[in-house]
């Protein structure tokens, strides 16, 4: 991958041009599902759109200090690294790529998690502080099945490779392992029932409490890069590799809609849950899915 | 007006989110408030979106007949909405301290201390009442983004 086609894929497709305008589809799909599902109208299509600029155009307030730049920094730093997540997706066949950047993707992927836990406590703000905990508890515990599942699809085919993952047939191992990582992403993106870091009404906004103006708005332009950048990633991982690439990326796009349909059911039918239930849903129940799943993988690696 | 201001008033007109506050209020207010954001009355049409912070908030709905205890509170959060704002005051109470006029331990009404855009009368007001208040609300948000240097010279 040569620096021109990087920066395409990073400002054109599938990063920056494509991703803000599916990250705010994305946002909309949820909150319309959602009100649909409660047998209401909803928010208007353009509504993600109209909050982020309206965001844009309010007063922040003053900030001095090294407190006050890093506050500034966390949510741009998300931002950046949400795109490159979705920069790096392999959504059109032969798009180049390079040995190794499923662990880049899985970085930068981590790197808004973090970028939030950091913002909470560099706020100073009680409710700040603990929505960062939580959602620190929240990252090492749903991490350890995400990364094993992602891990052990990499392993059993040979490969760190996201082009070449996505190009070689798929193994019944390797559905098992979405499975594994559609039951983290409701955690990764914050939504019903693992709420729990940005807890609305709870513990007031979470790390975001004293978020405001434009900074909020990076914040939830993040949010929603997040999204896609998750789905994304199921979807790569799941969609049958397809010479014809406008077939493919039609196919792409279907089954994040459908991928984002199936999480705002989710986030719908269900209640936040407790932090210790949480926990105990992660380490106890789906550990084991995590064991079973990388055991295979160097099983299927021993064997071929 | 230019076309970004154009599409920033529109955008402020379409995106209020709500900060709810009680200042002593008995809950009747409170719960039409909520009943308001419920499917029933779906406030979200209007883009309506209920923070949990302060810092978030367009709107501040401030409920509850300002009692001495917290004036300080109404003072700090209002302080804390960033600009462009607007302040909806709903129910009786904080219009007129309603039937606690008189009392030795209500430093109300409201605007004795943070200038109210919309008043919002009932005891309590209907969602719909209120959702017209938030509207309305809006409306004089968008404008007033326009013309940052109003904000100051209504304070009291």
Not at chain 2, 55 to 74: F, K, N, W, Y
Not at chain 2, 113 to 119: A, G, L, M, R
């Amino acid at each position: 991958m040569n620096l021109t086609t990087a920066l395409a894929r990073l400002l054109i497709f599938p990063g920056l041009l494509f991703a803000v305008p599916a990250a705010w589809f994305f946002l909309w799909v949820e909150r319309k599902s959602v009100a649909m599902m409660q047998q209401r109208i909803g928010p208007p299509f353009m509504q993600p759109f109209f909050d982020f600029i309206k965001l844009l155009g309010k007063t922040p307030p003053g900030r001095s200090g090294i407190d006050g730049l890093l506050m500034r920094a966390w949510p741009l730093l998300a931002v950046a690294a949400a795109a490159g997540a979705v920069g790096l997706l392999p959504v059109l066949p032969s798009s180049g790529g390079f040995a190794g950047d499923l662990i880049l993707l899985l970085a930068l992927l981590e790197l808004p998690s973090i970028c939030i836990i950091a913002a909470g406590f560099s706020s100073g703000s009680l409710f700040g502080e603990i929505g960062s905990a939580r959602e620190a508890v929240l990252t090492v515990s749903y991490n350890i099945v995400f990364l094993l599942a992602i891990v052990s699809i990499a392993a059993s085919q040979h490969t760190f490779r996201l082009e070449a993952l996505a190009q070689l047939p798929a193994s019944p191992l390797r559905y098992l392992a979405l499975l594994a990582i559609l039951v983290c992403i409701p955690a990764k993106l914050h939504i019903n029932p693992f709420s729990l870091p940005n807890a609305e009404q709870e513990i007031y906004s979470g790390p975001l409490t004293e978020y405001a103006g434009p900074e909020l708005a990076m914040w939830e332009l993040s949010h929603g890069l997040e999204w896609v950048a998750t789905v994304g990633l199921v979807a790569t991982l799941a969609v049958p590799h397809i010479t014809l690439w406008w077939f493919g990326a039609a196919i792409f796009v279907v089954l994040s809609f459908a991928i984002v349909l199936l999480l705002s059911v989710l986030a719908a039918a269900t209640a936040r849950l407790a932090i210790d239930t949480t926990v105990r849903f992660y380490w106890q129940c789906t550990l084991v899915f995590a064991v079973v799943l990388i055991s295979s993988a160097l099983f299927m690696r021993v064997r071929s | 007006m230019n076309l970004w201001n154009r599409l920033m008033c529109y955008s402020r007109r379409h995106s209020p989110w709500l900060f709810h506050m009680n200042t002593g209020s008995c809950n009747g207010c409170d719960i039409e408030l909520v009943a308001s954001l419920t499917p029933r009355y779906d406030a979200e049409q209007l883009g309506v979106r209920l923070e949990g912070s302060p810092r978030h908030a367009d709107i501040l709905c401030i409920t509850g007949p300002v009692t001495r205890t917290s004036v300080q509170a109404v003072r700090t959060v209002y302080g804390q909405v960033c600009g462009p704002k607007a302040v909806v005051a709903i129910g009786s109470c904080p219009a007129t301290t309603n039937v606690f006029i008189d009392s030795r331990v209500l430093a109300g009404p409201l605007n004795r201390h943070v200038p109210v855009d919309v008043f919002v009368p009932g005891c309590p007001p209907r969602p719909d009442a209120i959702l017209q208040g938030v509207a309305k609300a809006a409306e004089i948000l968008a404008e007033r983004g326009n013309h940052p240097l109003a904000d100051q010279e209504k304070q009291p």
